[in-house]
Nanobody, 114 residues
Framework: QVQLAESGGGLVQAGRSLKLSCEASGSYFSRYTMGWYRRAPGKQRELVAG???????NYADSVKGRFTISRDNAKNTVYLQMNSLKSEDTGVYYC????????WGQGTQVTVSS
């Protein structure tokens, strides 16, 4: 069973950057497609970026060109570099497998002030 721990969130001004990290336990991390999800206030959790086992990324239209997902299989870690942040990026960010098989972690709060 994969366990996940997200970190790196915070309060930033619009236009600035943040980099999120997610460390996964378990021996089979490299075999999973991984995703970053977010739950904005009052909305359902949505997928914002995914990365295949081979490192191929895909993005929601709302973040394309601003966010970059990457992974380091040696460190069992997936990252989300977020640039040009907007107030609508505010939310709790989670990582999980894609589809989401693992138990959800606590997430990391990102708040973007305008």
């Amino acid at each position: 069973q994969v366990q996940l721990a997200e970190s790196g969130g915070g309060l930033v001004q619009a236009g600035r950057s943040l980099k999120l990290s997610c460390e996964a336990s378990g021996s089979y991390f490299s075999r999973y497609t991984m995703g970053w999800y977010r739950r904005a206030p009052g909305k359902q959790r949505e997928l914002v970026a995914g990365i295949s086992t081979g490192g191929n990324p895909n993005y929601a239209d709302s973040v394309k060109g601003r966010f970059t997902i990457s992974r380091d299989n040696a460190k069992n870690t997936v990252y989300l570099q977020m640039n040009s942040l907007k107030s609508e990026d505010t939310g709790v960010y989670y990582c999980n497998t894609l589809p989401s098989y693992a138990r959800w972690g606590q997430g990391t709060q990102v708040t973007v002030s305008s």
